[in-house]
């Protein structure tokens, strides 16, 4: 279980990263944050490209910065966007949680009102390709 305190301070960071979006084409910046299994917590933010494709979402920059710090367990995830309903991460984020997070780790998900659902990455993304799955075929 999280402590509330913890939670309320992911979401303070993730908001705090909708000011650091790079957001030049969409003009619609996301928040992120990540809690490890230490209890640190690593923001980001969506970083945009003139080359659309190589655009970041926020989940895969908070994700890629703790594991870039050398962090590889985690417990929580937040992520904010000025949506109408709580945003809902895209499919390629999906997949990276699902690289790097237990399946049964909760997803707040999270509009600038305040509104949130609560979704853990088995739920986001069932069936997912996972580092276990390229056993058959090694010799
Ligand atoms: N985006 C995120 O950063 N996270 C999400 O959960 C949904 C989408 C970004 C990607 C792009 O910069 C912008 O939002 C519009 O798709």
Request: zero cysteines; glycine letters at 24%.
């Given at each position: 279980m999280i402590d509330g305190d913890k939670v309320k301070e992911m979401i303070k960071q993730a908001t705090v990263m909708l000011d650091q979006a790079y957001v030049p084409y969409s003009h619609f910046p996301v928040g992120a944050a990540i809690l490890t299994r230490e209890g640190k917590i690593f923001a980001g933010c969506n970083i945009e490209n003139a080359?659309?494709?190589?655009s970041n979402c926020a989940e895969r920059t908070a994700i890629f910065k703790a594991i870039s710090s050398g962090y590889r367990q985690f417990d929580y995830l937040v992520v904010i966007g000025q949506t109408d309903q709580p945003i809902t991460p895209c499919g390629a984020c999906r997949q990276v949680m699902s690289e790097f997070c237990q399946s049964d780790m909760p997803v707040l998900m999270v509009n600038s009102k305040g509104d949130w659902v609560s979704q853990t990455i088995g739920q986001l993304l069932p069936d997912n390709f996972k580092p276990g799955d390229m056993e058959y075929g090694k010799q």
């Open positions: 080359s659309y494709g190589l």
